[in-house]
Protein backbone atom coordinates (compact mmCIF):
# COMPACT_ATOMS: atom_id res chain seq x y z
CA UNK A 1 0.00 0.00 0.00
CA UNK A 2 2.90 2.44 0.65
CA UNK A 3 4.48 1.74 -2.51
CA UNK A 4 1.30 2.58 -4.04
CA UNK A 5 0.37 5.58 -2.54
CA UNK A 6 4.33 6.78 -2.91
CA UNK A 7 3.63 5.95 -6.82
CA UNK A 8 0.68 7.79 -7.13
CA UNK A 9 2.24 11.07 -5.33
CA UNK A 10 5.50 10.73 -7.73
CA UNK A 11 3.77 9.96 -11.30
CA UNK A 12 1.23 12.59 -10.36
CA UNK A 13 4.65 15.15 -10.06
CA UNK A 14 5.37 14.22 -13.23
CA UNK A 15 5.34 16.78 -16.47
CA UNK A 16 4.76 15.35 -19.73
CA UNK A 17 2.88 16.33 -22.91
CA UNK A 18 -0.69 15.80 -23.57
CA UNK A 19 -1.75 14.18 -26.77
CA UNK A 20 -5.73 14.14 -28.67
CA UNK A 21 -6.18 10.91 -29.59
CA UNK A 22 -8.75 10.15 -32.72
CA UNK A 23 -10.60 7.20 -34.33
CA UNK A 24 -13.61 6.65 -36.50
CA UNK A 25 -16.22 3.83 -35.83
CA UNK A 26 -17.89 3.52 -39.24
CA UNK A 27 -19.25 7.24 -39.60
CA UNK A 28 -18.79 8.20 -35.92
CA UNK A 29 -15.44 9.98 -35.19
CA UNK A 30 -13.88 9.61 -31.66
CA UNK A 31 -11.11 11.07 -29.60
CA UNK A 32 -10.20 12.13 -26.27
CA UNK A 33 -7.10 14.06 -24.10
CA UNK A 34 -3.97 11.17 -23.72
CA UNK A 35 -1.54 11.95 -21.01
CA UNK A 36 -0.16 7.72 -21.42
CA UNK A 37 1.70 7.87 -24.25
CA UNK A 38 4.99 7.51 -25.57
CA UNK A 39 7.68 7.22 -28.15
CA UNK A 40 8.44 3.18 -28.13
CA UNK A 41 11.26 3.11 -31.17
CA UNK A 42 13.49 4.67 -33.37
CA UNK A 43 13.89 2.36 -36.39
CA UNK A 44 11.25 1.00 -36.82
CA UNK A 45 9.31 4.06 -35.68
CA UNK A 46 6.68 2.93 -33.34
CA UNK A 47 4.57 4.97 -30.68
CA UNK A 48 2.56 3.38 -27.58
CA UNK A 49 -1.21 5.27 -26.58
CA UNK A 50 -3.13 3.99 -23.31
CA UNK A 51 -6.78 4.35 -23.59
CA UNK A 52 -9.28 3.72 -20.78
CA UNK A 53 -11.60 1.66 -20.70
CA UNK A 54 -14.23 3.83 -19.66
CA UNK A 55 -13.94 6.37 -22.19
CA UNK A 56 -16.20 6.05 -25.69
CA UNK A 57 -12.86 6.45 -27.80
CA UNK A 58 -12.21 3.24 -26.57
CA UNK A 59 -15.44 1.19 -26.32
CA UNK A 60 -16.54 2.20 -29.26
CA UNK A 61 -12.86 2.76 -31.70
CA UNK A 62 -11.03 -0.06 -29.52
CA UNK A 63 -10.90 -2.37 -33.18
CA UNK A 64 -10.28 0.91 -35.07
CA UNK A 65 -7.41 0.13 -37.51
CA UNK A 66 -5.61 3.68 -37.47
CA UNK A 67 -5.42 6.22 -34.55
CA UNK A 68 -4.98 9.99 -35.22
CA UNK A 69 -2.27 11.29 -32.53
CA UNK A 70 -2.44 15.02 -32.09
CA UNK A 71 0.03 17.36 -30.10
CA UNK A 72 -1.87 19.93 -28.28
CA UNK A 73 -0.03 23.15 -28.47
CA UNK A 74 0.15 25.26 -25.67
CA UNK A 75 -2.39 27.75 -26.18
CA UNK A 76 -4.83 25.11 -27.01
CA UNK A 77 -6.73 25.05 -23.79
CA UNK A 78 -10.12 24.76 -24.83
CA UNK A 79 -9.75 22.26 -27.10
CA UNK A 80 -8.12 20.11 -24.40
CA UNK A 81 -11.21 20.90 -22.16
CA UNK A 82 -13.18 19.93 -25.10
CA UNK A 83 -11.34 16.27 -25.59
CA UNK A 84 -10.72 16.00 -22.17
CA UNK A 85 -13.22 17.30 -20.48
CA UNK A 86 -16.48 16.05 -22.34
CA UNK A 87 -17.20 13.09 -23.47
CA UNK A 88 -18.88 11.56 -26.45
CA UNK A 89 -21.58 9.83 -24.83
CA UNK A 90 -23.33 13.11 -24.36
CA UNK A 91 -21.80 16.02 -26.36
CA UNK A 92 -20.61 16.35 -29.96
CA UNK A 93 -17.20 17.25 -29.60
CA UNK A 94 -16.55 16.96 -33.42
CA UNK A 95 -19.25 19.62 -34.08
CA UNK A 96 -17.47 22.24 -31.61
CA UNK A 97 -13.79 22.37 -33.08
CA UNK A 98 -12.61 22.52 -36.83
CA UNK A 99 -11.37 19.26 -37.84
CA UNK A 100 -10.99 16.84 -41.74
CA UNK A 101 -10.83 13.33 -42.39
CA UNK A 102 -7.06 12.24 -42.84
CA UNK A 103 -5.55 9.15 -44.19
CA UNK A 104 -8.05 6.15 -43.55
CA UNK A 105 -10.95 8.86 -42.41
CA UNK A 106 -9.08 9.56 -39.21
CA UNK A 107 -10.52 12.66 -37.55
CA UNK A 108 -7.60 15.49 -38.24
CA UNK A 109 -7.88 18.58 -35.81
CA UNK A 110 -7.32 21.80 -37.46
CA UNK A 111 -5.93 23.56 -34.42
CA UNK A 112 -2.80 20.87 -33.82
CA UNK A 113 0.00 21.24 -36.52
CA UNK A 114 1.90 18.61 -34.88
CA UNK A 115 -0.03 15.16 -35.79
CA UNK A 116 -0.11 11.38 -36.81
CA UNK A 117 -1.86 9.17 -37.92
CA UNK A 118 -0.70 5.31 -37.00
CA UNK A 119 -1.83 1.65 -38.06
CA UNK A 120 -2.53 -0.31 -35.01
CA UNK A 121 0.15 -2.99 -35.00
CA UNK A 122 -0.82 -4.37 -31.06
CA UNK A 123 -2.86 -3.65 -28.85
CA UNK A 124 -3.08 -5.47 -25.10
CA UNK A 125 -5.07 -5.05 -21.59
CA UNK A 126 -2.76 -2.61 -19.49
CA UNK A 127 -4.89 -2.57 -16.86
CA UNK A 128 -7.70 -0.42 -16.72
CA UNK A 129 -6.29 1.04 -20.02
CA UNK A 130 -5.49 -0.84 -22.74
CA UNK A 131 -2.53 0.50 -25.03
CA UNK A 132 -2.07 0.69 -28.63
CA UNK A 133 1.17 0.59 -30.57
CA UNK A 134 1.27 2.09 -33.44
CA UNK A 135 3.11 2.50 -36.75
CA UNK A 136 3.09 5.66 -38.01
CA UNK A 137 1.29 5.94 -41.99
CA UNK A 138 0.92 9.53 -42.22
CA UNK A 139 2.34 12.40 -40.12
CA UNK A 140 2.44 16.32 -40.44
CA UNK A 141 4.93 18.35 -38.53
CA UNK A 142 4.51 21.90 -38.19
CA UNK A 143 6.18 24.63 -36.16
CA UNK A 144 7.00 23.86 -32.26
CA UNK A 145 4.66 26.35 -30.26
CA UNK A 146 5.52 24.00 -26.92
CA UNK A 147 3.05 22.01 -25.68
CA UNK A 148 0.06 21.75 -23.78
CA UNK A 149 1.37 19.63 -20.51
CA UNK A 150 -0.22 16.95 -17.94
CA UNK A 151 0.20 19.93 -14.62
CA UNK A 152 -2.11 22.50 -16.75
CA UNK A 153 -4.46 19.40 -18.10
CA UNK A 154 -4.83 17.65 -14.35
CA UNK A 155 -7.20 20.77 -13.66
CA UNK A 156 -9.11 19.28 -16.08
CA UNK A 157 -12.21 17.39 -14.35
CA UNK A 158 -12.03 14.16 -17.16
CA UNK A 159 -15.29 13.37 -18.91
CA UNK A 160 -15.00 9.69 -17.78
CA UNK A 161 -13.28 8.73 -14.38
CA UNK A 162 -10.05 6.90 -15.12
C1 LIG B 1 -4.96 15.06 -17.28
C2 LIG B 1 -5.78 14.02 -18.02
C3 LIG B 1 -5.15 12.91 -18.56
C4 LIG B 1 -5.89 11.92 -19.23
N1 LIG B 1 -5.25 10.84 -19.77
C5 LIG B 1 -5.97 9.90 -20.42
C6 LIG B 1 -5.31 8.79 -21.04
O1 LIG B 1 -4.08 8.64 -21.00
N2 LIG B 1 -6.08 7.88 -21.70
C7 LIG B 1 -7.44 8.00 -21.76
O2 LIG B 1 -8.08 7.14 -22.38
N3 LIG B 1 -8.10 9.03 -21.18
C8 LIG B 1 -7.38 9.99 -20.52
N4 LIG B 1 -8.02 11.05 -19.95
C9 LIG B 1 -9.49 11.06 -19.87
C10 LIG B 1 -10.27 11.38 -21.13
O3 LIG B 1 -9.63 12.37 -21.92
C11 LIG B 1 -11.68 11.85 -20.74
O4 LIG B 1 -12.30 10.93 -19.86
C12 LIG B 1 -12.59 12.09 -21.94
O5 LIG B 1 -13.66 12.89 -21.52
C13 LIG B 1 -13.12 10.80 -22.57
O6 LIG B 1 -13.90 11.13 -23.68
P1 LIG B 1 -14.70 10.02 -24.51
O7 LIG B 1 -15.64 9.31 -23.53
O8 LIG B 1 -15.44 10.81 -25.56
O9 LIG B 1 -13.70 9.07 -25.09
C14 LIG B 1 -7.29 12.06 -19.33
C15 LIG B 1 -7.92 13.21 -18.83
C16 LIG B 1 -7.18 14.19 -18.18
C17 LIG B 1 -7.88 15.42 -17.64
Not at 6 to 19: I, K, R, T
Not at 85 to 110: Q, S
Request: with cysteine; proline share 5%.
Amino acid sequence: MEAERAFHSLVGDLEYPMFIVTARAGREPLGCLVGFATQTSIDPPRFAVCLSHRNRTFRRGRDAGALGVHCVPADAGELAELFGGETTDEVDKFARCAWHEGPGGVPILDECENWFVGRVIWRADAGDHDVFLLEPVAAHAGTGEGEFTFHRAKRIDAGHEA
